[in-house]
């Protein structure tokens, strides 16, 4: 039996095609057309946005200031989400909707091992290294619970993940028996804020660990083609010698690792965690950067960097408005927008009358029968 052959990763040029047809037909054409549009929004209405400056932290370290610096710093959970997500989308066709939750037992168990139980700790009782893998450990587990239900049981993923979506903030919360844990060692907050002596937030320096990771298993690795594979047909790939119940399982159990490394830059930043609101709504944020990285929501093929793209493009809007001053609770609002944008450019009607505007006018070659 023969392997699946991996597709390249953009389509060929057609003779005689624009060059303005090519990019509109390149998938990283809608996030690289809607990151262009927030620039040159904010260079007309304040090209100040793009200032960075140098500044004390809380600790009178010198560190890297301004709104770029937050958009890349503030979207690192959302990327490394966005990551296994992606995954997630290609192999089920579904998606995860309890990321957030997730988020909040995988900070909950974290805190619970460097704080030792205890409401408040001031030197941390669990080597951060062992509580951090323990975190990823347990979220890995709910990973596997709800790969399995989506690979085994058939159930589709968004109402199989709504389980702990509905649940896991309750047990986030009874995993430290209902109390808000702190710890105020600042090696432990080093992961969520800066570095000594290092200008950059941390956080920046994760996700590109992360993206650099994911890099290189889809290179030398064949995660990303047999991902696809199931994704575009688990019974043609079951005929190539795969497992496409494995491959689906073992791509949530993925998203489970990028769940927990995301909640610990949450817990990380502050130091303690809220149940009811860490990472609130972030599995919309992530699902939308899947999207608007031109993945299909439907699964199969995928672009990884697709996503990061939209990841970094939705945190770029969200910072933009929250530089002049739109409301957290209006935010949902204008993604809402986004949504819309991607639903009516994605409709099969609307791609055919694209298709036909993008027809170039010349001279029509007639084919030989």
Not at 212 to 227: R, V
Not at 248 to 254: E, P
Not at 256 to 275: D, E, K, L, Q, T
Not at 290 to 303: E, I, W
Request: charged share 10%; glycine share 8%.
């Amino acid at each position: 039996m023969t392997a699946p052959v991996k597709e390249p990763k953009t389509k060929a040029a057609r003779p005689g095609e624009s060059i303005l047809r090519r990019l509109t037909r390149h998938q990283l054409f809608i996030p690289l057309a809607a990151l262009a549009l927030l620039v040159l929004f904010n260079l007309v209405a304040d090209p100040s946005f793009f200032v960075i400056t140098m500044k004390e932290n809380s600790l009178g370290n010198p560190v890297l200031s301004g709104n770029l610096i937050s958009v890349l710093d503030n979207a690192s959970e959302l990327v490394i989400l966005a990551i296994g997500m992606t995954l997630v989308t290609a192999s089920s066709g579904g998606q995860d909707i309890s990321v957030g939750a997730a988020m909040a037992i995988a900070g909950s168990v974290i805190l619970r091992l460097v704080c030792g139980g205890q409401v408040s700790a001031d030197v941390m009782q669990t080597p951060l290294v062992l509580a951090v893998l323990i975190g990823i450990l347990v979220s890995m587990i709910f990973g596997a619970f709800n790969g399995a239900l989506v690979a085994y049981f058939k159930i589709q993923p968004m109402v199989a993940t709504l389980i702990l979506f509905t649940a896991g903030r309750s047990i986030a919360a009874w995993i430290n028996n209902n109390q808000l844990p702190i710890i105020n060692d600042l090696g432990f907050k080093y992961a969520g804020t800066f570095l000594p002596g290092i200008p950059i937030p941390t956080p920046i320096f994760i996700t590109a660990a992360v993206i650099l990771l994911f890099w290189l298993a889809l290179k030398f690795t064949n995660l990303g083609l047999y991902t696809q594979s199931v994704g575009i047909n688990a019974n043609s790939s079951r005929l190539n010698g795969l497992d496409p119940q494995l491959i689906k399982l073992m791509t949530y159990v993925i998203l489970g690792v990028c769940i927990a490394v995301a909640g610990f830059i949450r817990v990380s930043r502050s130091g303690s965690i809220n149940y009811s609101r860490i990472a609130e709504n972030i599995e919309m944020d992530a699902i939308l950067a899947v999207a608007l990285g031109g993945n299909a929501l439907s699964g199969g093929k995928f672009n990884i960097y697709g996503s990061i793209l939209g990841a970094y493009v939705i945190q770029f809007l969200t910072t933009t408005l929250y530089k002049y001053e739109v409301p957290s609770t209006a935010l949902p609002a204008y993604k809402a927008v986004v949504v819309i944008l991607l639903a009516v450019l994605s409709a099969p009607v609307v791609q055919e009358k694209l298709s036909g505007i993008r027809k170039a006018p010349g001279k029509t070659v007639k084919g030989v029968s």
